[in-house]
């Protein structure tokens, strides 16, 4: 009897340093690939905003059908499903004689949960889950002290990852795939079918995001060929802009640091390798605490035992925020960015978040939630965890003091040209 493996795509949409894909086909003779369109990712949410906005959701559709054109290179497919995982996998798993499933766990409770359910499901025919841990630059296992030990300050836990552990190599993308046989794979619906509406390009925007890996491998090499010019002045604000392919997994962050790092030894290129790197890091950071303290990081108070009182205009400074009509210039043309394009810098995150907690006194979470649905490289660990710190109520108690309002706003935009570009 033949062995087949369901690989089950989520949130790893590539076919390059993908270890479950690679020791599900180095492991049987042939795999079924999945991807189910979780409705519940375009619900609504408890604050009022919409868990995916139409930005996000057009990115992971084009993203979708990027992996299933790249998969049909090499000879397969993707079978394409809508519903809820844990109902669609155990199903076809039974149906088609999976022998087993794998897939890359997340560490965020409703991920984690719905992981849970599957498995639950899995169990009922005898069928295994198996995990894998694909998202970060340094894997658990590598790391110079377990999970619980982590050191919450950031600066700790870069130094100590730094010296002591190990990043791996990628593992290599498949050149050819046996997949189960199918009838019929399944289509992707569309944003009018999910009730999103396609978004407008907005004329200021100087950048497409356009989702898939391909599209994350050709970025990743605009940001190295850029990297090796000579410094300019717009250099030095440089973002290299590719974490919405890692947020969705179209670019692996062992993958972005391996090419970035063949430059290491050509002039002028240092500085922007560390940035590029110290980003990778957060992420990690992000996602090991999240793995830590779980879901400490989705409540209103944080790590504090203090208990968030609601301001009278609460409601009202937070739809001017979102609006982009606080009444601070470079918020608002923060705001602008944001909701145009789904992409504004960590500065003028940070500038946006100190506004909305500081000035405003809205409760954090609200300001997290509309980033969760608004922001095109959404990831819940970073999203929630930046947030959390910046409100001072994260588990680095010593980040308190590294957020300053008047000196982002400076940053972002110290000849006022952001503002006049932005306006509404």
Not at 186 to 206: F, M, Q, T, V
Not at 375 to 396: E, M, R
């Amino acid at each position: 009897m033949s062995k087949k493996i369901l690989v089950w795509f989520r949130n790893d949409l590539r076919l390059h340093d993908n270890e479950v894909l690679f020791e599900a086909i180095s492991k049987s003779d042939s795999i079924l690939p999945v991807y189910v369109v979780d409705h519940r990712l375009f619900d609504k949410t408890k604050y009022n905003t919409n868990k995916t906005g139409s930005i996000r959701a057009k990115f992971i559709l084009e993203s979708v059908t990027a992996l299933r054109d790249s998969l049909k290179k090499i000879g397969g497919n993707l079978l394409i499903l809508s519903g809820k995982p844990e109902d669609i996998i155990p199903q076809i798993a039974n149906e088609y004689q999976i022998s087993e499933v794998y897939h890359h766990r997340e560490v965020a409770s409703e991920e984690t949960h719905i992981s849970s359910l599957v498995e639950n499901g899995l169990w009922k025919y005898r069928i295994n889950l198996k995990h894998f841990i694909g998202h970060t630059l340094y894997n658990k296992e590598d790391l110079p002290f377990p999970v619980k030990d982590i050191p919450d300050a950031f600066n700790q836990f870069k130094k100590k990852v730094e010296r002591d552990a190990i990043i791996k190599p990628c593992f290599v993308a498949p050149e050819k795939v046996n997949v189960a046989e199918l009838s019929d794979w399944g289509n992707l619906p569309s944003l009018d079918a999910l009730g999103i509406i396609d978004p407008e390009k907005d004329e200021r925007s100087d950048f497409d995001f356009t989702g898939g890996e391909e599209e994350g491998l050709l970025h990743l090499q605009k940001v190295i060929d850029e990297m090796q010019l000579p410094p300019t002045s717009k250099r030095i604000i440089f973002a290299s802009k590719l974490s919405a392919w890692l947020a969705m997994g179209c670019l692996s962050p062992r993958k972005v640091y391996w090419e970035i790092k063949k430059t290491e030894h050509i002039p002028h290129t240092k500085t922007m390798f560390n940035h590029v790197l110290l980003g990778l890091l957060w992420r990690d950071y992000f996602r090991f605490m999240f793995k830590k303290y779980g879901n400490t990081f989705f409540k209103p108070q944080g790590f504090s035992k203090d208990v968030h009182v609601v301001a009278e205009n609460e409601g009202e400074n937070l739809e001017n925020w979102k609006n982009g009509t606080t009444g601070f210039p470079v918020v608002d043309a923060v705001m602008t960015e944001l909701n145009k394009t789904g992409f504004i810098s960590n500065m003028a995150r940070q500038a946006a978040a100190l506004c909305l907690i500081h000035n405003l006194k809205v409760n954090w979470i609200f300001g997290a939630a509309y980033f969760e649905e608004r922001l095109i490289d959404y990831n819940p660990a970073s999203n929630w965890g930046n947030w959390v710190q910046i409100a001072g109520l994260g588990n680095d108690q010593k980040a308190k003091t590294n957020y300053n309002f008047e000196k982002s706003i400076k940053i972002i935009d110290p000849k006022g040209d952001y503002v006049t570009y932005w306006a509404s």
